[in-house]
């Protein structure tokens, strides 16, 4: 590996060095074993079943079908895709704004108590999400607000990775600007709404990014949340289409299910492919500073 390395780093010239030739095959191989499941997932989804569970892999269908496409449609997928649209874009902008805002006060204001307020914060980043499930759970209960879309929404209002998201950017923003806008007799709202947010936008993408595809593929809390068929998210549909094991309609169902899974996929897919040039500029400014 090491010989071919170097051939390929004398023949490319002297700025490629095998050590750089390593890394791009590494990362390739990486890409390559990331990309499979979702180039099998693909195929899958357009193969009858008699070509699903065959003895040899076959990356590519030697027959497209969209019968796969047509058994999942038949169900009501439209209402469930809005129903998921409505909550993961809801739930991202209000995760996005209360973030912003209080991530802003923790970087900015000093107040009694802020470097504590902060470890909670901390603290409540480890705490799994299945934990929290239950007393939210039993309090919309209560409060009568099961089978909407609300629940699925107003959690996201104390979201503490976007918190803790922007507190880390905005300690990256130099000083400067704000002083001279509060010189000038500017609040500190206004600071923050015309200086400090339009200037997140690297934070405020890579946090839309991350909380929209956590949103969109949230399944446990919306299931145990939503009876109702027609208010069901996505995910939650879609998991109907899951093979059932130990009898003929495994096989049946493999294709179905990749063909749902296809479906739910894609939303994610085109966010990241939209808004990937600036997520790695965020994620890096994020992580410049504790």
């Known amino acids: 590996m090491t010989r071919v390395a170097a051939s390929f780093a004398t023949f490319m010239g002297p700025r490629v060095t095998p050590v750089a030739v390593l890394i791009w095959v590494v990362g390739l191989l990486v890409a390559v074993a990331w990309a499979a499941p979702l180039v099998w997932m ?32 038949e169900k009501p997928v439209v209402r469930w895709l809005v ?26 204001l000093h107040f009694p108590g802020r470097s504590i307020l902060f470890v909670g914060v901390l603290a409540a980043l480890m705490i799994p999400t ?9 309090g919309f209960l209560k409060a009568g607000l099961v089978n909407n879309l609300l629940p699925l929404i107003l959690p996201s209002l104390a979201n503490v990775f976007s918190v803790y998201l922007f507190r880390q950017f905005f300690l990256t923003l130099p000083r400067e600007i704000e002083d001279a806008a509060m010189i000038d007799g500017a609040s500190r709202f ?26 969109w ?33 495994q096989i049946e169902g493999f294709a179905p299910a990749m063909a749902a899974m296809t479906i739910l996929s894609v939303p994610s897919v ?3 492919l939209i808004l990937q040039r600036h997520f790695m500029e965020g994620a890096i400014r994020v992580g410049i500073r504790g």
């Open 83 to 108: 129903n998921s649209c409505v909550v993961a874009v809801s739930a991202t902008v209000a995760s996005l704004l209360t973030g912003s805002m209080a991530g802003y006060a923790l970087a900015r």
């Open 130 to 138: 299945e934990m929290t499930i239950v007393p939210l759970f039993i």
């Open 190 to 215: 206004r600071i923050f709404w015309v200086i400090a947010l339009p200037l997140s936008k690297p934070a405020i993408i890579a946090g839309a990014i991350l909380l929209f595809t956590a949103n």
């Open 42 to 73: 693909v195929s899958t989804s357009v193969k009858p079943p008699g070509q699903v569970m065959t003895r040899n892999i076959e990356w590519l269908p030697r027959e497209v079908t969209l019968d796969n496409y047509r058994k999942v449609l």
């Open 217 to 249: 593929n949230a399944f446990l809390w919306p299931l145990l949340i939503v009876f109702k068929d027609e208010m069901k998210t996505l995910p939650v549909g879609m998991a109907a289409y899951a093979p059932n094991i130990g009898s003929y309609t």
């Open 270 to 272: 085109v966010v990241f």
